[in-house]
């Protein structure tokens, strides 16, 4: 499995940092800002003892309001909110965009820390990824769906990274958006199958107003592609309604998407399916609650997209 190669940058400082609670590695106003594993796990620490819970929000930064809802939602369930920014190498193929994947740390900072959010994990990829470093967490069937037949490494990189930052931040609860349904799901099954003792919360897709899904990536699209973006929500929303007055065949549902998506110029349709929730496995009738996931280039730009289809009374 080929995987964009790890920096062979210098190892972790983190042996070198004082143990005791000392402060953390920088602090932006009233947001604890800590780049160091050992200064975080020390931070946790602290939180536990003194019989805090403490809700996590991991992200790989350049935040937009669908960030900031799941900080609201992480904000009602623990005491002491943190968040994460590390835009993960482990999960990019080697021909994908690692290297222009946009960042604004002081910006993202602000927008935290507005959200109320305590303490901000930022480390470096020599933090996470000292040299010589070879683990990595692998789920059997669920990456065999939807991104995971075309992104090969990225969902041993999710679980990788994620299992990583929960053994640093120690959350109680941990919330993850449901744009990224098959990413929830990995993390539930992983959590669940490593019997880890943290909760995990979906938080609802956050839409701009015109109903693209909001993304970091959105950035990347040119306004003349904008309709094209469009189509996925629009398709998406189409099938809602089929399904929801009485249509039970997927085939039918995936060919209208296809063909209503691909009728815009500039999209090139990666998978359109209709699957079990839960297993992600396809289904041929929808009967009940059905996903159905997308995703779809426009242009250069790789968009994902997703929602149930309920059956009438269902
Ligand atoms: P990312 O920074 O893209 O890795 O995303 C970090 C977290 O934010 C993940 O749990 C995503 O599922 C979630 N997220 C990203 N976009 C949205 C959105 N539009 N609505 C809700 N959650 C989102």
Do not use: W
Not at 75 to 102: C, H, K, M, W
Not at 206 to 219: I, T
Not at 247 to 272: F, L, N
């Amino acid at each position: 499995m080929e995987s964009r190669p790890l920096s062979e940058g210098c190892p972790s400082t983190d042996n070198t940092v004082p143990v005791g609670l000392g402060p953390p590695t920088r602090k932006a106003n009233a947001i604890d800002v800590i780049q160091h594993i050992k200064d975080m796990q020390r931070y946790a620490d602290r939180v536990r003892s003194d019989d805090h819970t403490m809700a996590f929000v991991p992200t790989m930064g350049f935040l937009h309001e669908g960030h900031l809802s799941l900080c609201r939602i992480g904000r009602e369930r623990g005491d002491v909110l943190a968040a994460s920014i590390f835009v993960n190498p482990a999960q990019f193929g080697p021909t994908e965009d690692f290297d222009t994947y946009p960042r604004n740390l002081e910006r993202d900072l602000s927008l935290l820390e507005k959200e109320g959010v305590d303490v901000v994990f930022t480390p470096t990829e020599a933090n996470l990824y000292p040299e010589g470093y070879q683990t990595y967490v692998n789920l059997t069937q669920l990456p065999e769906h939807l991104c995971g037949l075309s992104r090969p490494v990225f969902f041993r990189g999710v679980a990788t990274v994620v299992i990583k930052l929960f053994h640093i931040v120690k959350p109680h609860v941990a919330v993850f958006g449901e744009k990224d349904f098959q990413q929830l799901q990995v993390i539930r099954r992983m959590v669940a199958d490593l019997d880890m003792d943290i909760e995990i919360e979906g938080g609802p897709i956050v839409r701009e107003s015109d109903g693209l899904a909001m993304s970091s990536r959105n950035s990347y699209l040119g306004s003349e592609q904008r309709p094209a973006a469009l189509s996925l929500y629009r398709a998406l929303c189409a099938a809602k309604d089929r399904v929801g007055s009485g249509e039970t065949d997927a085939a039918k549902i995936i060919q209208e998407a296809t063909e209503s998506i691909g009728s815009y110029p500039d999209t090139d349709i990666d998978y359109v399916t209709v699957c079990d929730p839960i297993t992600l496995d396809d289904i041929s009738r929808i009967d009940d609650p059905a996903l159905m996931a997308l995703a779809v280039k426009v242009g250069q730009t790789r968009l994902i997209d997703n929602m149930i289809l309920a059956p009438p009374g269902k």
